[in-house]
């Protein structure tokens, strides 16, 4: 295996902490029964004690901005770490961090709605026609995910859609689907592959300063702990925030900056979810949906919503699924850096 240098590195913008939380996730571990039972409340507390404690330790990063930045299903929790930053300063907690905002990919806001906008989104793509789409919304009355199995019409809906999109790699639709229940496939990608035997070597793990014994293997997904739509509490783990909208919303009253990309060919959480929360939250748009370039082509679109000293821009990677800088790297850092760079506050202040 060689390693080469990655020009779209994100250390070229900001010195990255990276966080693998909870225990059990990366290498992260417990030394006690009860260091191993964590919860999204509990795991949102963990990232601020963590954060204050790295920040003693190295006074020099004090003074810089400072985001919170996540993929996937911890953006249930990272709106709450967020808030809880400002809310610890509010309160004049040591050591005052100089919180600027939140970073999102792919999030998850809400564990009903994410879900459910999948078939919004099936049809939005062309794999459901507008016949299944209609007879769907008609007699599912906008509930496609806790279906209620005494009403036949919907579940008859459902089916069709269902055969239409079972097939469909839901993190990137363009991906060729892999049938975990085939022996003959082989679902493990390159990547993962690659990923595992350099995370898994003791060299790497020693510049890492992994201590040594504390875990068997590194996999980059932890299956006890991995959610999945409609999954119950584990031993270890209750996912107990269903929505973060509450936090995104307090966010909006802070003097707080909020970035949220979204792959749009990523069905796991389709940006059409994403679009509904952020219109929700009710805040003017600054700047309407416009296309962003990179290398004079279009790399996605962007909209930015602004309301005194908070903003929050919605970006669009065009081509990219669910992991965004995976698929389309240049156009990620490119939205991001630009993002970071660009002016501290809206318009009116
Ligand atoms: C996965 O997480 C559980 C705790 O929920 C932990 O006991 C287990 O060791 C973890 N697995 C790996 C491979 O880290
Ligand atoms: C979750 O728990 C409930 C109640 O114990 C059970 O009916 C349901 O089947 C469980 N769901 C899953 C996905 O295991």
Redesign the pocket.
């Known amino acids: 295996m060689t390693l080469i240098l990655n020009p779209n590195s994100w250390l070229q913008m900001a010195s990255i902490i990276f966080l693998d939380i909870p225990?059990?996730?990366g290498y992260s571990y417990a030394d006690t029964q009860e260091g191993?039972i964590s919860s999204d409340t509990v795991l949102a507390a963990q990232a601020n004690d963590f954060l204050k404690k790295f920040l003693i330790d190295h006074p020099k990063f004090l003074k810089n901005p400072l985001y919170v930045a996540g993929i996937s299903y911890i953006g249930i929790a990272i709106p709450k770490i967020t808030l809880e930053i400002y809310e610890g300063n509010e309160r004049g907690d040591h050591p005052p961090m100089n919180i600027q905002g939140y970073i999102l990919m792919s999030p998850l806001t809400n564990k009903f709605n994410d879900f459910n906008s999948r078939l919004e989104y099936a049809h939005r793509m062309a794999l459901i026609s507008d016949d299944i789409y209609k007879s769907a919304i008609e007699n599912c009355h906008g509930n496609y995910v806790n279906v209620d199995t005494l009403n036949t019409l919907c579940a008859n809906s459902l089916q069709r859609y269902e055969q239409c999109t079972c097939r469909i790699t839901l993190d990137y639709i363009l991906e060729p689907f892999c049938d975990e229940n085939d022996p003959l496939s082989d679902c493990q990608d390159a990547f993962t592959k690659v990923v595992e035997i350099w995370a898994n070597t003791e060299v790497v793990q020693q510049a890492l300063n992994v201590r040594q014994g504390k875990?068997?293997?590194w996999?980059l997904l932890?299956d006890?702990?991995h959610y999945k739509q409609g999954k119950n509490d584990?031993e270890?783990?209750a996912y107990d925030i269903f929505s973060s909208f509450p936090y995104h919303k307090k966010l909006s009253s802070k003097n707080c900056r909020a970035l949220i990309l979204s792959g749009d060919h990523d069905m796991t959480f389709p940006y059409v979810g994403i679009e509904q929360w952020i219109t929700s939250l009710d805040i003017e748009i600054e700047i309407p949906w416009h296309p962003f370039y990179v290398d004079g082509q279009v790399g996605g679109y962007q909209m930015k919503y602004a309301q005194n000293d908070y903003s929050l821009t919605f970006t669009t990677v065009k081509g990219a699924g669910h992991l965004v800088p995976y698929y389309k790297p240049k156009e990620t850092i490119v939205a991001t850096k630009t993002w970071l760079s660009s002016p501290t506050y809206s318009s009116d202040s």
């Open positions: 225990a059990g996730s191993w875990i068997g293997k996999e932890n006890t702990l584990t270890c783990y």
